[in-house]
């Protein structure tokens, strides 16, 4: 299976802080990475797909980037709204499997 | 709109039974790829099974194998998980989940609210 190491496991921003959430890939997944947030009591909803692309409504301070198999959520401008959890997921080989997530708290 | 209404979860004992249910409206769910996911307590996500939209391919977590079967039934609109010979590290939240795959997006583009499966003695 391929191993998603997710980092930091938490952090503490303020609103309007910019922070960054990385993924790593244990082999390639060319862009087959998914990005989801989860607030306390929800189920994740898909917040970006194929490394880079917003889905419908999702705020552009919400960006994604890829170097290799090193993925990144950048966060421009925390907003109240965006203290939850994050998780990565590849999805070029079955199983899908997703990093251990990123907790965003306020500081 | 797409919908996902999670049921079955509960208390169970180690080594007891239980099956999940998921019924979805919104969309055609012979259409689609289905998985379960499910988050214990405090940690992350891990989807337990999967079933392609034509039914051949049904893939699951290797904690999973040979305890957990997949199932559908597209008349009723609903996905199922039966679980068997529960452990207590099956303990979580189980999520049913639609896979986008099929519609050119290789994501999990709608989850239910979840369901609680408890296994203790």
């Known amino acids: 299976d391929i191993q998603m190491t997710q980092s930091p496991s938490s952090l503490s921003a303020s609103v309007g802080d910019t922070v960054t959430i990385t993924c790593r890939a244990s082999?390639?997944?060319?862009?087959?990475l998914n990005w989801y947030q989860q607030k306390p009591g929800k189920a994740p909803t898909l917040l970006i797909s194929?490394?880079?692309s917003l889905q419908s409504g999702v705020p552009s301070r919400f960006s994604g980037s890829r170097s290799g198999t090193d993925f990144t959520l950048t966060i421009s401008g925390l907003q109240a709204e965006d203290f939850a959890t994050y998780h990565c997921?590849?999805?070029?080989?079955?199983?899908?499997?997703f990093g251990q997530g990123t907790k965003i708290d306020i500081k | 709109e797409v919908q996902l209404v999670e049921s079955g979860g509960g208390l169970a004992q180690p080594g007891g039974s239980l099956r999940l249910s998921c019924e979805v409206s919104?969309?055609?769910?012979?259409?689609?790829?289905m998985s379960w996911v499910r988050q214990a307590p405090g940690k992350g996500l891990e989807c337990v099974a999967s079933?392609?939209?034509?039914?051949?391919?049904?893939h699951y977590a290797d904690s999973a194998k040979g305890r957990f079967a997949i199932s559908r039934d597209n008349d009723r609109k609903s996905l199922y998980l039966q679980m068997n010979s529960l452990r207590l590290e099956d303990t979580a939240i189980y999520y049913c989940?639609?896979?986008?795959?099929?519609?050119?997006?290789?994501?999990?583009?709608?989850w239910g609210q979840g369901t609680v499966v408890s296994v203790s003695s």
């Open positions: 082999e390639t997944i060319r862009n087959y």
């Open positions: 919104g969309f055609t769910v012979r259409t689609f790829e």
């Open positions: 194929a490394g880079s």
């Open positions: 079933i392609s939209f034509s039914d051949t391919d049904v």
């Open positions: 997921q590849q999805s070029h080989r079955i199983p899908w499997t």
């Open positions: 989940v639609r896979n986008a795959a099929a519609s050119g997006l290789a994501a999990f583009d709608f």
